[in-house]
């Protein structure tokens, strides 16, 4: 099936438009490589609050902002001047996007210019109709508590604001690497990470497949799943490939090692294949996929290009619904309604947290600015965030339960140990003293 | 077949002693015990090293009793580990039937075999064992071995066992360090079983626990496959630790006191009965009432089988422990243990013995042995499996961890 078959097809409707925003030093340098490598055919558009910085960009279309407040010269990793930035420059910035369907962020969390902008930016960005996902990594340990702070935050304003944010971690690329590994080519991996989950994207939405996955596809796995967004991809040829790409697949650290497609509860896989791709296979790649992502609804999609005799490619995007979206996801009008949006027109995004509805309310999307946020809002915000402290602590290993220094019942020998709890009860106190049985 | 007359040694880093059972092996593969040795550990709570060096101390001064008594020079061993980290769970691999004529092939139970063994763990966790259980054909429940049969559909049941992989370094690191070799690691709950029961018991149904100084381990075979293996880091220790507490004598006396008059079970017999404990090393003389000690040793215990009855319950074990408990372990030597296990589980228990091994017999009586004497039991299995391999390939510890053994 060729590319020019499927062509008219599409001037019919309307040709999806993308663009790729680079924000911020990591972003620049993201969208650099994704330029020499074979991603030309996307517009691109720079975006740094740093003249110097923004002059290395191997893009035509460059945006220096909060010129007023930084003359140029960085934010110096302050996440509120970044954002303050971009809030004077809301409507330069719809600008920008408008007419676009579907926009990428890339760029790095915790420093200044990406952790402050990139929310308000994807709020813009929203407000004119597009979908917005968002490729952002985190920084190393050893960059700090501070900068992985700032990015957790960032990353949790981003994930409010944008349809979709898939996080790499620039600790889990670590995994990836051996000690010999140079600063340079450890960067090229996290880059080339994030042009593949550009480069995969755009692929799956336009070149047309067998079975097609298609924009409102990608809208089904990302709208209202914000919380946790994984992406992967793998290629093998060959004998045996269905299994090689399927074992790549599973041991890629972006997956934590499956766990997370394990989690997850909606599952976006494209398929690439030559035309000797054969139903087993198909089957077997499915067969496992599934098999891992048991809860998980499965959306799947091939494609056949003649270049690819030979070749398996797979491109998994999963998701994890945040407790937010669960409401929302009851509400049978939202995936029209997204994929209306999305493609062509603008639409109302509901929310059961605010006052019904209503059909005559013309706003386009109700997205509130950060700083006066309605009470509803607040309530909802704070709720999240006790959500996600609760989930981080399900992690953490049984024995770590914190005890208060107050029990007057030495535990001998055993009081430097690793206490053993069994079901909230430390067993390393007599058990005559945990029954209360009186011995006199 | 075998290099030399074959020497097997396996060692078990205990919370109170550190064990080594030095066995030789015939030609027709049959075990011999011809050398124990044993030392007092100091270096282990709860079944984990604490203090490296004194622990390296401890084996070496067992190994080398080991090597007196059996006159060989030990220079590999086989290892027991155990630790609260340890967890068993049953996983379950499935695989297609590719072939035309739906014939089931060695690369067929081959591929569901690696199926099975894909599994979620964090990261810093270690698989020890994955011990092949049952296959299923098309649905079809305990096929043993499905090669040569006929379905669409293989599966297979495997039972995991896993720990944390820096504490599973420890002892074999320390090991190490005294130039002797490991050759292999074994979970000592499951050598324990291998030790005591025998196919037969297997096949019936059994509960091997092995209640050592610090951990507690426990292993459930039925129908001739491991159902259910656990950790509980509680053990003799915890006996003494509640006595020096609930009597108020110090740790050592404690332990004493626990070895002369400890029991599973109150008698309403002693009920008045005092210890007078003569007065010595500067401790004051004391009279100790008899019932208010066994009661703390009993509530231990019972909590002890209390909880693996429970989890057992859970996993709806309880019914099928038709050949009863087997106890082993120091504290299985505890007066009345046997009653204390019989009432818990409502079955009949027995302290195991190793009787499926012949040598010196003063090991083989001792409760406490069957760990190691398991140990070995497992290294003859290994070995006779890897002297094909040997002669070409180096025994790195990635090797010697995370392999299948067959079903035993």
């Known amino acids: ?440 | 077949m075998f290099k030399s007359p074959s020497i097997l040694v396996g060692l078990e880093v205990g919370t109170s002693k550190v064990c080594v059972v030095v066995s030789e092996i015939s030609d027709m593969g049959a075990l011999n015990i011809i050398g124990v040795g044993q030392a007092k550990s100091r270096g282990v709570r709860k079944g984990e090293i604490v203090d490296a060096t004194v622990a390296s101390e401890d084996i070496r001064n067992a190994i080398v009793e080991a090597e007196q008594m059996a006159n060989v020079e030990i220079r590999s061993v086989f290892l027991a580990v155990t630790g609260a980290h340890m967890r068993g769970f049953n996983n379950r691999g499935f695989h297609p039937v590719a072939s035309h004529d739906r014939e089931i092939s060695d690369d067929d139970v081959q591929d569901v075999i690696k199926n099975a063994k894909a599994i979620n763990l964090p990261a810093e966790n270690h698989v020890v064992h994955v011990i092949r259980q049952h296959f299923l054909v098309d649905g079809q429940a305990g096929i043993v071995n499905p090669v040569g049969m006929f379905g669409a559909r293989v599966e297979v049941d495997v039972h995991v066992l896993h720990g944390n992989y820096n504490r599973l370094q420890n002892p074999i690191r320390a090991v190490k360090g005294l130039q002797v070799e490991v050759e292999g690691v074994v979970f000592s709950g499951l050598a324990s079983a291998l030790s005591l029961l025998s196919s037969h018991q297997k096949e019936l149904g059994a509960l091997v626990i092995d209640i050592g100084g610090g951990t507690t381990e426990y292993v459930v075979y039925s129908g001739g496959i491991i159902k259910y293996t656990g950790v509980l880091a509680v053990g003799g220790d915890h006996v003494s630790n509640d006595l020096a507490y609930g009597v108020k004598v110090p740790l050592g006396r404690a332990e004493q006191l626990k070895i002369e008059h400890g029991s599973a079970v109150v008698d309403s017999s002693i009920r008045g009965q005092t210890i007078q404990m003569a007065s010595g090393l500067g401790l004051p003389e004391q009279a100790i009432n008899l019932e208010h000690l066994r009661r703390i040793v009993s509530l231990r215990l019972e909590e002890i089988f209390a909880l693996i009855a429970s989890e057992l319950e859970a996993a709806g074990l309880l019914d099928y422990l038709r050949c009863g408990v087997y106890l082993c372990g120091g504290v299985s030597r505890t007066r009345d243990i046997v009653k204390l296990a019989e009432r818990v589980f409502g079955t009949p228990a027995s302290i195991g013995n190793s009787s499926s091994i012949s040598g010196v017999k003063s090991a083989l009586d001792q409760p406490e042995f069957a760990s190691p004497i398991g140990v070995v039991k497992f290294g003859s299995f290994e070995s006779k499996k890897r002297s094909d391999e040997r002669k070409t390939l180096g025994h790195g510890f990635k090797q010697t961890l995370g392999y299948i053994f067959r079903r035993s």
């Open chain 1, 1 to 440: 099936m060729s590319n020019e078959i499927k062509l008219p097809d599409w001037e019919n409707t309307r040709k999806l438009s993308a663009k790729v925003i680079g924000l911020g030093g990591a972003g620049i340098n993201a969208v650099n490589h994704m330029i020499r490598s074979d991603l030309r055919e996307l517009p691109f558009l720079a975006m740094h609050t740093n003249a110097r910085a923004l002059a290395q960009a191997a893009v035509s279309d460059q945006v220096l902002f909060g010129l007023e407040l930084m003359r140029g010269l960085g934010t110096g990793g302050d996440p509120d001047l970044g954002r303050a930035a971009a809030s004077e420059e809301t409507e330069k910035l719809k600008e920008l996007i408008s007419g676009t369907d579907l926009l990428f962020i890339v760029g790095g969390l915790g420093g200044g210019t990406t952790t402050g902008a990139a929310p308000v930016l994807a709020r813009a960005a929203k407000e004119t109709g597009a979908l917005v996902l968002a490729l952002v990594t985190l920084p190393f340990e050893f960059e700090g508590v501070r900068r992985q702070r700032q990015a957790q935050a960032g990353l949790h304003d981003l994930r409010l604001a944008a349809d979709g944010v898939i996080c790499l971690p620039h600790q889990k690329v670590v995994k990836l690497i051996d000690k010999n590994t140079s600063l340079l080519e450890t960067f090229a991996i996290t880059n080339e990470m994030l042009a593949q989950g550009v480069r995969g994207i755009w692929q799956m939405l336009t070149r047309h497949g067998l079975i097609n996955v298609d924009f409102s596809d990608l809208c089904t796995v990302l709208r209202g799943r914000q919380a946790e967004s994984c992406f992967a991809t793998a290629e093998a040829r060959g004998e045996g490939r269905a299994r090689e790409v399927t074992d790549k697949l599973l041991a890629s650290p972006l997956l934590e090692e499956g766990q997370m497609l394990a989690e997850a509860d909606a599952v976006l896989v494209s398929l690439i294949g030559g035309p000797d791709l054969t139903m087993s296979d198909v089957n077997r790649v499915m067969e496992q996929i599934n098999r891992q992502a048991e809860k998980a609804q499965v959306i799947m999609g091939a494609a056949i290009l003649p270049e690819c005799e030979g070749l398996i490619g797979v491109t998994l995007v999963a998701a994890r619904r945040s407790g937010r979206a669960k409401a929302n996801a009851d509400d049978s009008n939202e995936r029209e309604n997204l994929a209306e949006s999305a493609g062509l027109s603008v639409s109302e995004m509901e929310n059961p947290f605010f006052s019904s509805p209503s059909q005559t309310r013309p706003s386009p999307r109700y997205l509130p600015p950060p700083p006066d946020l309605t009470q509803e809002r607040k309530e909802q915000l704070f709720a999240d965030q006790g959500r996600y402290r609760s989930r981080k602590q399900k992690n953490v290993s049984r024995w770590r339960q914190g005890q208060l220094p107050l029990e007057i019942v030495s535990k001998g020998r055993f009081e430097q140990s690793e206490p053993t709890l069994h079901e909230g009860e430390d067993l390393d106190v007599p058990t005559y003293i945990r029954r209360g049985v009186a011995l006199n």
